[in-house]
């Protein structure tokens, strides 16, 4: 039951989208602590590859397991620790952090005004309230410095290297494509597109779309402007070498995806039956990998 | 490169379709995006025009969805077209009669549900316009000599009747009796036009859609799972029923159209005199129907024990006959007759679950005697026999094969034509749509006076367009004229070469004439030595009688070196003479077609450079500087490419060519291909045309008139000449106006639009601040999805144009 186990940071899958599968997981915890309605969002996501994930970063024995889901049905406040103990250990990108912080504030402005919370549970909520301001803070000032350009730079050489040595060709083609531009949208690479102006964004971004359409061509063996079904973008691959998580995994990336907004990356990841109107039937790489640029980075 | 399934083509069509259709619709559902129209003034879209560019697109969306695959069947004489045509639609829709019936081609078309055949007639004004011609002219006193004679054959009689009684055609026929009635009528009228020398309207009838239709259920694809689309059978007038280039020129663009195309050949014809003429009809119609035709080859049921294999058959017909022109998987030899007997008795018994009396439909003892051989009687009631041995009998037919290739084919062909019109549609309109959403949102953060000076700026350029234009149609008259006067000088050069072979063979047969005079008197001398010998003499006064008449004959056959008429005992020695002559004027001919072709291409292409370097560079130096003035002022616009493309003919010189020569060639190649029936070519070409006449005295002898041959040769020239003007007409000038037209219409319109779309500029600023801030955040919001639009259209558009060129 492969599918079924948890998935750590020694799980394939977690290297291969070292940068998206633990920051989207971390965003998802936070935004899934719903103080309104208790943890009914914490409950839905214990199926699946979310909830592998936590599976895996609880750790994986069963002792601890029940532990957290005794602290979890007692409400919050054990996602709260939760979620601390768990920033500590990772480390998180800009992106993640904004967010979660931003997830934090609601949270502040409802354990106040809800009658029903404890005071444990309000002063847990503060504490890391300051916390992530404080991380906040420490990345608004990593951001000018000098070598952030640089770190970002790094990071497209880093999953352009990995995307070309083969550790991507569990996905489909145009899921090699979207999980090489999610892991660069959660790592530095997205915190430096999405700190600067668009002139300096969009240089950034013209590289990187040069890049995917050239690796998706070549990974494809056609020219950039080659044609071809849009299916045959979104098959996957056979091999005995292919990870079994790697659909769910790229199921799990996009899971907020709107087909009307981002309609590629909504067929990429969900493989509905019928694509969007937006998508065409027939692709080529420089559309493929344009569309993608626009659909994650677009502000 | 990975190709493409048309199917996915077609999908990626509809799909584009769906998005221009919901881009239109918001633009007309946003209040004061789009206007109403402006007289005076064109803007890319106004509210009606927006309405119309959605119908358009929902047609395209309605021709992808419901292919329309038509399948042209054509069939040398007596090939056995009607057959093969009763045979798909399994039931007799087309009289099978020994003469030819189709002067228009007619469309059969598969109507689910339509048991009992329609034919509409819906494009009946033409012919109407043409019958009140008719009868103006039947009323002249000059005609009425000629109308006596028409009226001796009684089909001639009968239209004559129906047109003087000021009958209409009906527009809806039922049944195959009335359907025979109204195409025998529509015959007769073709060819009574012909003879009254009234112009037929075959441009009123030269688009598919024109055309009469018959509606019917075929029996064969109501058993079969049918593709998604809507089979068409086009039946041609066979190539002896077409005279006129209009009719030719409209047969060709026909097949060239169609989604695939089936050649009906008699197996019998394979080895007979015929096969030359079956092979020069084939070649020609594989020139416009590369890799859909489809050739089938009837009668293979009439092979006797020794005949040919299906094999060998298959290749006779693909590498000798079509010289390699088609694949030999595309060649089928089949019974039509089996298939046609077959497909009816299971019509009928899907109908009427029995057949019918044998004795009303003779039909039935065919397929009786075809499906259980001569003691069919016994069994025809037995009606598990009969669908068992119907449904073997199509086995044997082996159409089933062929059948299922072709129609896969035309599915394939259609699909293509259908999305290479919506491509190109799709193209226009996304275009149409940047430039007017870009335009107009550009247009708001300029001032009036920026505006008005692009607008009087795009006046200057649509000028400039206007007088490259005149000087292109005044370039391509000039050429025109150079080459119906080269084409005029190469027929006078035939008359001359004409009239020297004529001479010299002239020379040739007096001398045979003294040869066969000068043996005669010498074999007439050698009677007279021996006269005395033997039983001779017992008929000595006998002979005494006879001499006298020879002698007299003799005076009558005496050489005379100068008497233009030559004159031969021998039959034979006529015939090889007249065959010869034939053969160097033939040769005349060809040579001088294969002269004029040349020219006529040198003449064509030289104008396609011409018109490429001159033409299109100029046009593209506008274009680029109207570009770079909209450019300034931040206007991007995507303007139509001229292209080359569009200026292509229809059709080389070449094939004009072979019309004209063919056609006017006749009187004098006929008879090559039907010598030693002298009667018969007599009697088609009039005996005074060739000097034919024999002398029934006591020997036969044959004279041939040098004069008349010369005249009816230069006559032949002289028509040629006549034909000239008008083939020219119809073959260069026509397109090739068209094609000029077409260069400079798209890019004029296009330029208007855009100005149209600036004078709305300068009214949306009169507009308030909130409303002009409104109408940005719109015309952005319906701007979005554009771009990848357009971009996919044109991508779709160059992917079915490799498919179509891969394909054919």
Redesign the interface.
Known sequence: MSDLAPITSDSKIYQVLISSLPNKFIVDFANGIDVGRDHLRVQRQRTGMGARLYDGFTGQGARRQAEINASLIDGVEGSLIWLGELTESLALSNYAIVQVNERLSVITQNVTTLAHYSADTRHQVEKLSIHFNQRCDQLNQQIYRIDFEQRAERQLEQVFNKWAAGRLNTFSLAGRCYAAMEELRWGVFGDYCRIHNNHIRQGFLGDLANRAISQLANDAS?EPG????MS?WLARPTGRTLLADATDALAYLGDGSNPEVQPFVFSITQLPEQTP??V???C?AD?LAR?LVSELFSV | ??K??IE??R??AL?LI??EINVLKKMIGESGVLTEEKSGEKQTFDRASAVKHIEVLAGEQNKLNELEMVLAVVGTMKAGKSTTINAIVGTEVLPNRNRPMTALPTLIRHTPGQIEPVLKFDNDQPIHILMDTLRNSLKKPENSSAIKELARNSDMKEIITLIEKGEKFQTRYKGADEIFLFLRNLNDLVRLSSELKIDFPFTAYDEIHELPVIEVEFAHLRETAQAKGRLTLLDTPGSNESGQPHLKKMLREQLSKASAVLAILDYGQLKSDAEEEVRKELSNVASVTEGRLYVLVNRFDQKDRNGDTEEVVKTCVADSLMEGRIPVGNVYPVSAKWAYLANYARHELYINKKLPNPAQHPWVADFGTAAFGPLWKSKIGDVIAVKETADALWKESLFDAPLEKVIRTAHARAAVYAVESSAAKLVDMAEKMQNLLNTRATALGKSAHELERQIKDLKQDIDRVESIEAEAKLNADTKLKELTKGTEQVFVGVKTHIAESLKKYFKEGKQLEKQAIDSKKAAENKQEKTKSSGFAEIFASLIGTLDKRLSSINADIDFNPNDPVMKFEKRNDAEKLINKIQKSISGIFENAESVMKTGMTEILAAFQADFKTGVVTETDKILREMKEHLGKDGFVMELPIPSTVKLALGFSGADMMEDIVNERQKPVTRSRRKSGVWGTVCGWIGTDDWGWEDYQTTEQFYEIDIRKIQDAANRSVDQAVDGLAEAVGVYIKKPLNAGINNFFAGFKESVEQIRGDLMQGIRDQEKSKVEQHELILKLSALKK?VP?IL??SR??KK?VEQYGAVAA
């Not at chain 1, 080659?226 to 079904?229: C, I, K, L, M, Q």
Request: charged letters at 40%.
């Open positions: 056609m080659d044609r071809s079904e045959s109107l937006s065409p039937k027939i080529n559309r569309a | 490169m990975h493409q399934n996915t083509l999908d990626e799909r769906t998005l999805n990848d971009t996919d991508e779709l992917d």
